[in-house]
């Protein structure tokens, strides 16, 4: 997870550079590309089985409302609810499963860093 968390600090100050310094200067198409790819990123947040405890339905790994908070957002809500509740196989699976989703997204950054260009 901290190797994941990393490369998304690095992938997103990259990113957030680029664009600063070329972003103005973009042509629309390329634009339009930065646009598909963030929504495209979006869902490798998204991460199949959901969240155990009968809540499938919540893919994302990063935030979702608690299981006892109503709609009080969580983060990492499937390693953190697995810690308070000592379940510590789904803490090694929701940790892999969290940072495959992070890592995936840190590779959508450096995707948009490339279309961006030099």
Same mark, same amino acid.
């Not at 550079?17 to 598909?36: D, F, I, M, Q």
């Not at 963030?38 to 969240?51: D, I």
């Given at each position: 997870?901290?190797?994941?968390? !990393?490369?998304?600090?690095?992938?997103?100050?990259?990113?957030? $550079?680029?664009?600063?310094?070329? &972003?103005?200067? =973009? +042509?629309?198409?390329?634009?339009? *590309?930065?646009?598909?790819?963030? #929504?495209?990123? *979006? !869902?490798?947040?998204? !991460?199949? +089985?959901?969240?155990?405890?009968?809540?499938? %339905?919540?893919?994302?790994?990063?935030? $979702?409302?608690?299981? =006892?908070?109503?709609?009080? #957002?969580?983060? =990492? +809500?499937?390693?953190?609810?697995?810690?308070?509740?000592?379940? %510590?196989?789904?803490?090694?699976?929701?940790?892999? =499963?969290?940072?495959? #989703?992070?890592?995936?997204?840190? $590779? &959508?950054?450096?995707? &948009?860093?490339?279309?961006?260009?030099?």
């Amino acid at each position: 997870m901290q190797n994941a968390l !990393q490369r998304l600090k690095t992938s997103a100050a990259a990113y957030d $550079a680029a664009l600063a310094a070329k &972003g103005a200067a =973009l +042509p629309a198409s390329t634009r339009a *590309e930065l646009v598909a790819l963030a #929504a495209r990123n *979006e !869902q490798t947040l998204l !991460q199949e +089985p959901g969240l155990p405890g009968g809540r499938g %339905w919540y893919l994302n790994m990063l935030y $979702a409302p608690g299981r =006892l908070t109503g709609y009080g #957002a969580k983060t =990492l +809500p499937g390693v953190r609810e697995a810690i308070e509740d000592e379940r %510590w196989a789904d803490v090694e699976t929701y940790t892999a =499963l969290t940072a495959r #989703a992070v890592e995936m997204y840190a $590779a &959508g950054l450096e995707e &948009g860093v490339r279309l961006i260009g030099p």
